[in-house]
């Protein structure tokens, strides 16, 4: 069965630094999105993407965020300088068309020292 | 534009029932609904779409009143493996297929 994976599936990283999250969304998604959940609170929007570019994105995803689509396989979320509140699991999750379900991936766990 | 969900948290015995809620202000294309167990990722339960119609899964059903933008999830005869955050997601007209998560419904069911 066609899975979305992401990898790593934790990572720790120094606060300021760089981190690189990736996603393999499945095959023939259209649509492909970024949460996050910090530890035991809701899962929040950061973006969607569609055609190539944002479509949309929550208050959360400001300047130090961005997303890429490298090549035709992959989707990434990057975080410029990481604070410590940046620390949470990231979801990334795709989907064909409008009307049908999201896959999620198993989330990166983010923690940030 | 976050979908309100209620109630908060449910603590059922086995075997009880349940309902959970969602409601939006906007018109709807779509309700989601997802369950999440502590540590994992949402997993997807069911689909909604505009029409004002009722899915099931096993124990587990919803229903969608596109008039009044909600939808209820039912739980039926509650197992303990029904435990969990059940989150609905909506997706609003005109919206570019935007979903946007409610706060979510902790249900724990006891033995």
């Known amino acids: 069965e066609p899975e979305v994976t992401q990898t790593p599936s934790h990572q720790v990283t120094q606060m300021g630094q760089e981190v690189i999250l990736r996603c393999v969304p499945i095959s023939n998604h259209l649509y492909f999105y970024w949460y996050r959940q910090i530890l035991g609170q809701k899962v929040e929007f950061l973006v969607s993407?569609?055609?190539?570019?944002?479509?949309?994105k929550s208050e959360i995803f400001d300047d130090q965020f961005s997303v890429e689509r490298p090549d035709g396989s992959n989707f990434t979320l990057k975080i410029r300088s990481t604070k410590l509140e940046d620390s949470a699991m990231y979801f990334c999750?795709?989907?064909?068309?409008?009307?049908?379900?999201?896959?999620f991936g198993q989330g990166t766990r983010l923690t940030v020292v | 534009q976050q979908p309100v969900q209620s109630p908060q948290a449910v603590i059922l015995r086995e075997g009880e029932d349940a309902v959970i809620n969602c409601s939006s202000s906007?018109?709807?294309?779509?309700v989601h609904w997802y369950r999440q167990k502590h540590g994992e990722a949402p997993v997807f339960l069911m689909i909604l779409l505009k029409g004002g119609e009722q899915k099931g899964h096993e124990k587990i059903s919803a229903s969608f009143n596109e008039k009044k933008q909600q939808s209820s999830l039912y739980l039926t005869a509650s197992q303990l493996s029904y435990s969990g955050t059940y989150f609905c997601g909506t997706v609003i007209m005109d919206s570019n297929y935007q979903l946007i998560w409610g706060a979510g419904t902790k249900l724990i069911i006891k033995p």
């Open positions: 906007k018109a709807l294309y779509s």
């Open positions: 993407f569609y055609n190539n570019e944002i479509s949309e």
């Open positions: 999750a795709s989907r064909w068309t409008g009307g049908t379900e999201a896959f």
